[in-house]
């Protein structure tokens, strides 16, 4: 078996979307995912690429990945956000996870970031786990807050 961590193309974007899906059933959220392939494909691969991302392959099939960008913070300056890193669940423990979280690191240490940072559910432990070993910080005394499409058009007709 031969895997491989590498930057995703344009061409991968439905693999990344089918992994997409896969984390939002895992995490009980099965209709929650509203972008499309064709989103990932513009958004990741136009003029101004809104993110970078890399795969996981074993054996040419694409059964991890990792989809950063760039954000601010008033505090450190540059900041790398990992939203999301998946792993095919029968990959899980493979040692992918591992290679995918270094490839982010390395990325986020070569474009000069002051911090990596991302959220993860507090149900899952495994995760927590994982990310605890990998010498992260996970900050159990914040709450991610969140107005999505439909809060911001309420926030907008009440102000």
Known sequence: MKNTIRLATKKDMKSVHDLIIELAVFEKEPDAVEVTINNLEEDGYG??????????????????????????????????????????????????????????????NKIGVKRISWEVLDWNEPAINFYEQKGADVKRDWDVVHLNENGIKNYLNNI
């Open 47 to 108: 003029k101004q690429p809104k993110f970078t991302c890399f795969v996981a392959e074993t054996d040419s099939e694409i059964v991890g990945v990792a989809l950063v960008y760039k954000r601010y913070s008033t505090w450190k300056g540059e900041v790398l956000h990992l939203e999301d890193l998946i792993v095919k669940e029968n990959m899980r423990g493979s040692g992918l996870g591992s290679a995918l979280l270094n490839k982010v690191v390395k990325h986020g």
